[in-house]
């Protein structure tokens, strides 16, 4: 079993490759929670469903968000009766939601909830969310704090910040289970997902560092030059005190990473990385990097 840690774009994309070559059941993966957020009165986990939707084989992947072919009339009329919906939500995404959000409300743990959903969708990938106690991604813009989706969404990441704030009623915890599937892995994939809001918070729950040290780590980077392939990357880099490029993602999982992976069209050199081609364009590129991927976790020392 390969277990991956995942945000909601750049990982999925290396998951679509992964599936080409290895079955579902055989993966798992660890899945960032920092960016949930309720809306309309439902509980919105974006990066969770994004995994979700992947596997089940219903997600839209020409914006990597949402359900395929999904309509939005409830959207539209909430738009139009005055609502603040920023966040243009599908009805069939939106039923998700709502289910999700009832669960947590009766008391239930996100992780059960997650499994029930895929149990439903028929998903065989164990989706974990990284813990069961919300955590929250917040960025300073110096006239206040806003949710990490006001800023990227709302805002489009056009809001100048200068810090990048975790908050959190409690110390947060990776799940048993998440602990279980990094620890029973025959080796863990941080995917090129976002490094501060995508993968850090999962880095920063308790159990996973330890977890982690005890096995062999491949990391992909998001960035080519000072540019991440998608998504506000670098402007999060710079206010979470990192240089935004494959040198600063590198020094930002440290001695976690076993095996870095950077792209050949990179100009930065990272000591002792590997050189792939990781603009995963299409289902090929991903099967395509995804094959590399393996052949350097079948390697391993």
């Not at 290895?22 to 309309?40: C, F, H, K, M, Q």
């Not at 704030?165 to 048993?176: F, K, L, M, N």
Request: proline share 6%; with cysteine; aromatic share 6%.
């Amino acid at each position: 079993m390969i277990a991956f840690l995942s945000g909601g774009t750049g990982t999925p994309k290396l998951l679509r490759g992964i599936r080409v070559h290895r079955e579902d059941r055989d993966l798992a993966v660890v899945v960032n929670t920092a960016e949930d957020i309720w809306i309309s009165g439902n509980h919105l986990s974006p990066d969770v469903d994004t995994v979700i939707y992947l596997f089940a084989g219903i997600l839209d992947t020409g914006t990597w968000w949402g359900i395929r072919g999904d309509t939005f009339v409830t959207h539209e009329a909430i738009l139009a009766q005055g609502g603040d919906e920023f966040i243009r939500i599908g009805d069939r995404d939106r039923a998700v939601h709502v289910l999700r959000g009832e669960a947590l409300r009766r008391g239930e743990r996100l992780t059960d909830v997650t499994a029930s959903l895929c149990r439903t969708l028929g998903v065989e990938a164990r989706v974990l969310p990284m813990a069961d106690t919300p955590v929250t991604t917040l960025v300073d813009t110096g006239e206040g704090l806003l949710h990490f989706q006001e800023y990227w969404v709302r805002h489009r990441g056009k809001v100048p910040i200068r810090e990048v704030v975790r908050s959190s009623r409690e110390e947060p915890r990776a799940t048993p289970e998440v602990l279980d599937a990094l620890r029973g892995a025959d080796g863990v994939v941080i995917g090129p997902s976002n490094p501060v809001t995508s993968v850090s918070p999962i880095l920063e729950c308790r159990g996973v560092p330890e977890a982690l040290a005890e096995q062999y780590v491949v990391a992909v980077s998001p960035f080519i030059g000072d540019r991440p392939v998608s998504g506000p990357a670098a402007a999060l880099m710079q206010a979470f005190g990192r240089e935004p490029t494959s040198a600063g993602t590198a020094a930002l999982y440290g001695d976690l990473v076993d095996c870095f992976i950077q792209d050949i069209r990179d100009p930065v050199q990272v000591e002792g990385a590997v050189r792939c081609d990781t603009l995963m364009v299409d289902e090929k590129a991903s099967g395509a990097l995804a094959e590399q991927v393996l052949r350097i976790l079948e390697k391993q020392p």
